[in-house]
């Protein structure tokens, strides 16, 4: 199983973006997928999750600005990123568990500038 983010950047305080990434491989049901983050010297933090029937949730931190959405056709996960904040800069991973283990993207990095 292989987990492949795409987007992320750089954007002005306001700004938006997105983040989109793709599980590949043999994948058991319809599990729930996360984005975390991870800012520069603090530990990485789940944001945002979505079960496989799409119901959806997230941190305080961002609830209201990000949304998280999903195509289980294309066992795709997106997260939809707006009224960026300069505290929102980190490298952002999607996740999943399938069974006992855990699968992680590479990480994107997103850099939110005042």
């Known amino acids: 199983v292989q987990l492949q983010a795409s987007g992320g950047g750089s954007v002005q305080a306001g700004g938006s973006l997105g983040l989109s990434c793709q599980a590949s491989g043999s994948i058991r049901g319809i599990p729930t997928m996360n984005w975390w983050r991870q800012a520069p010297g603090k530990q990485r933090v789940m944001i945002a999750s979505?079960?496989?029937?799409?119901?959806?949730g997230y941190a305080d931190s961002v609830k209201g600005r990000f949304t998280i959405s999903r195509d289980n056709a294309k066992n795709t996960v997106s997260l939809q990123m707006s009224g960026l904040k300069p505290e929102d800069t980190a490298v952002y991973y999607c996740?999943?568990?399938?069974?006992?283990?855990?699968?992680w993207g590479q990480g994107t990095l997103v850099t939110v500038s005042s």
């Open positions: 996740h999943f568990r399938n069974g006992v283990r855990d699968y």
């Open positions: 979505i079960t496989g029937a799409s119901s959806t």
